[in-house]
Nanobody
Framework: VQLQASGGGLVQPGGSLKLSCAAS????????MGWARQSPGKQREYVAT??????NYVNSVKGRFTISRDYAKNTVYLQMNGLKPDDTAVYYC?????WGPGTQVTVSS
């Protein structure tokens, strides 16, 4: 499938954003999907994933980020609340081995 992420932008600390990842085909039979992020000088890290039905979050976002999926819309979401400057990064979605082009999230006052 081809993926297109959207929803990034500039937000103040403490604010919220909801990222969307629209797939060109059905995600119903896909076991693995989620979001990763990469900021300059850092390695890409998995932020939120659904692997074989099990949801996982990196410790730094637990309690603030929520991953979800809508099979009818073939879309994976990442709701991000309580954003911090350290959350600034390019966010990428993936479904199995397919990756989207990324969307920039900047948290700054």
């Amino acid at each position: 499938v081809q993926l297109q992420a959207s929803g990034g932008g500039l937000v103040q600390p403490g604010g919220s954003l909801k990222l969307s990842c629209a797939a060109s085909g059905s995600i119903f039979s896909k076991n693995d999907m989620g979001w990763a992020r990469q900021s300059p000088g850092k390695q890409r890290e998995y932020v939120a994933t659904i692997i074989s039905g099990v949801t996982n979050y990196v410790n730094s976002v637990k309690g603030r980020f929520t991953i979800s999926r809508d099979y009818a819309k073939n879309t994976v979401y990442l709701q991000m609340n309580g954003l911090k400057p350290d959350d600034t990064a390019v966010y990428y979605c993936f479904v199995e081995d397919s990756w989207g082009p990324g969307t920039q999230v900047t948290v700054s006052s």
